[in-house]
């Protein structure tokens, strides 16, 4: 089975993996940090929250092309936050917790903005999205015990809308 990578970012890591991890089709989920603004060579959950690295929260979604598209991911991407908000996400505020689609590819690029697009239309002109859409970068994993951190729990919903 040959997989893709989608990494995003909607605020905290561990509603948006829950999120994507029930999806059709999405094989792997891991949380991390990336789209760094300074220069870093790891991250940590306090370095990240303390603003040191300026990395956001992020999930790695690998998944099988052959059982869903980079599309529908993209759909679900926008359908568990609010891509209007800058730095923040319901209670959670601070850079870690913007909103990115960091692609891997051309074709990713042009996906995401032609979603972004799309969705923009839908809004209208009253909300802005600030979503960013940026080559992905280097991923730094997040610490053991916040992977699968709501499905270890037998929580379900999470932080995002």
């Not at 956001?56 to 092309?65: G, I, K, L, R, S």
């Not at 980079?70 to 730095?87: A, C, G, N, Q, S």
């Not at 074709?107 to 209208?124: M, V």
Request: charged letters at 25%; hydrophobic letters at 30%; glycine letters at 8%.
């Amino acid at each position: 089975m040959a997989t893709r990578i989608a990494t995003f970012a909607a605020g905290c890591f561990w509603g948006v993996e829950l999120a994507f991890s029930e999806t059709p089709g999405v094989v792997l989920t891991r949380v991390g940090y990336t789209g760094c603004e300074k220069s870093c060579t790891g991250a940590t959950y306090e370095q990240v929250c303390n603003d040191e690295t300026g990395c956001a929260e992020a999930v790695e979604v690998t998944y099988d092309p052959a059982k869903t598209t980079y599309e529908k991911l993209l759909e679900v991407f926008w359908r568990i936050h609010d891509p209007t908000t800058m730095d923040r996400q319901g209670p959670d505020v601070g850079s870690q917790y913007r909103s990115g689609i960091f692609y891997h590819d051309d074709a990713q690029k042009t996906a995401a903005t032609n979603s972004r697009d799309a969705h923009q239309n839908k809004l209208g002109p009253k909300k802005s999205i600030v979503t960013e859409i940026t080559k992905a970068s280097q991923f730094f994993q997040a610490e053991d015990y916040h992977q699968q951190y709501l499905k270890k729990r037998g929580l379900k919903g999470g932080c995002h809308i």
